[in-house]
């Protein structure tokens, strides 16, 4: 088979698709026929066969809605964000010099699930043993490095090589590049099957803000009318096949023989056809580490919120509606069919159908927001406004995600079509009624284990289960993804920059270390642990201290997410009662955003005070080490330190 009759494309994913609507199952991604919590078809299932689309879904109480319509409110470039300091920022001025790094090959070793991961035992269970044959047809490669202050940021990529040669035909790319006269990341993905995307190296604070400016955008959608532009179709090139194969939809999804032994170009055509689509990932929170770019199946039942684009081709679109558009200006619906097809969907991940069924998949049900349902979350397909690339650059668009102590709010700027310039924005709490936010709980006291149960398969091929989905006691720190997340459907290109992350504003007086967990190289004894020396405390006597007498004389202290840290203050012997003379002596002051890579900020020597107070530069931190080189002005050669405190100035 030629390399282009082989190219593959990312397939829709199915939210919650039960044995029942198993026969809308090519309603997939953002615009699967959604189904409420009994399994039932909702208007969506209506609207994509020509009906009416009404509204269909729970309204939400506790959600916030604003839209705002402040001229050039996605042309400013001031940082500053009213009760947020800003930890992270990258603009893409220097050069990505770890672009160069190796790709290497996937063996799929440690897969991060055995559910719909890229080699899940999903879809053995419901194709048999030809999809694996599919599967095994070709290689993936992946490449990533680091970006960004202390390397923040991460870009990762995926590439196919279809003969197994060693060599990728068409690989992605993430380059720097001026882009209407403003330093951007540019993500070119020239076939289907690859993927490129930026997310954050380590876990993302409990409240955080995300930000970046969307530049340029072609992955689908009109340009002046038209889904057939610059010698492409929605997106795509137009040489050979493209299909989902290997990860397509469920085998008894219509439209195709279901069969995994077909030949590539017999699978579902992604660039035109009833399962026609292209897209972008904005901004999504999922709930993993180390994203990387994967099936789309995958993440569609691992995502939390997102903002993404959802591209058709008018063949998918049909005689139906193809969904709905909020008209911000008048909260007035007008059908897809009708508009540009660059949509902008906000949404959340809720629970999963348990049991899809035979040829079902594993899928979340999906809620969207807009203007026009006033912020109310509703299971259906649902944009909230729509790009106009055609602006692009000299106009961009600015997407934000943040994450506060009730809920997740997301946020969308720029100059839409037909309203304008408008601020978008929804605050969604984690659980309304008893509809939750999926694996919202980044902490194990954040949840109680209601929503606990077992995702369970029963296929023609075999089945499985996957107990504890949601048990009492997990915990799913968030990470952020942006980009072409899927290694079977989506082509085209990016530009964006101004990528910032900003946490919760403090007061300059509040001490960053106090009770955050503190380690040690070694201690004196059980009642002189580390965790002595950020309890607030330094007067309860001689024990109310973290003293060292080995050769490893550290004390760490973890803040527990970045923080700009300005001032540091040490409490020595002298300040516990103890004597002046056991004052440390010499000593470093470290930080550090990961843990493993440390930055000197203090160096202390010679001292002789109780308690020094050490300004520095404002520097983003997550943990602050003080390193004792020389324990006292003695010959006793214990290290003591009562308390080590953080500010941010």
Known sequence: MQRNARR??????????????????????????????????????ATAAGGSGV???????????????????????????????????????????????????????????TI??????????????????????FATYRKEFPVGQGGWLTASLSARDWNKDGVIESPPSITTASVGGANAAVLNVPDHTGGAIFRPTNKLPDRYRVEYKLKTIDFGGKRNGSIEYNGKVNGYGTQGCKTQHPWGEGSRSPGWSGNAAAPYCEWQDVRSGPYGYNGFHFMSIVDFANPAPRNNHFWHYRRKVLMDSFSQHPDRVGTGTG?????STTNQYYNYRDGNFNTVNMWISGLPNWNPGPGGLA???????????????????????ELQPELMPNQFYTFAIERDATGYTLEASGNFARVGQKTLRFHRPFIVGNAPIWHYNVKPGEYDGRYNATLVQNDVNGSASWPNQWPAGSQYPDYFVIGDLYTNVYEGSASLTDIRLYTPQVASGTNLALNKPATAGSQCAASEAPAKAVNG????????????LGAGKWLQ????????????????SGAGGEKPSWNTRDFDIQVSTNGTTWSNVVSARGNTADVTTHTITPVTARYVRVNVLTPTSDSDTAARIFELEAYSS
């Open 537 to 548: 405390s330094w007067t309860a006597g001689n024990s109310d201290k973290w003293c060292a």
């Open 116 to 137: 719909m991961d890229d080699a899940g035992l999903w879809y053995r269970n419901d194709y048999g043993t030809p999809w694996t044959t599919a599967f095994n047809s």
């Open 55 to 113: 509204t269909a879904g729970a309204a939400d109480a506790g959600f916030t809605a604003t839209v705002t319509s402040a001229k050039g409110a996605a042309a400013a470039d001031d940082p500053t964000r009213p009760g947020w300091t800003l930890v992270h920022s990258e603009d893409f001025s220097a050069p990505l010099t770890g672009a160069a790094a190796p790709w290497v090959k996937e063996t799929y070793a440690n897969p991060f699930d």
């Open 8 to 45: 593959v494309a990312r397939t829709a994913t199915l939210a919650t698709i039960t044995s029942t609507v198993v026969a809308l199952a090519s309603f997939a991604a953002s615009a699967s026929p959604i189904t409420d919590a009994a399994g039932a078809a909702t208007a969506e299932a």
């Open 363 to 385: 899928g979340n049900s999906q809620w969207f927001m807009t203007s026009c349902s006033g912020g109310v979350a509703e299971q259906q397909l649902s944009s909230a406004a």
């Open 557 to 572: 202290v973890d803040l527990q997410s970045d923080a700009q840290v300005g001032r540091l203050v040490v409490r020595h």
């Open 323 to 327: 969904g709905r558009v909020c008209n």
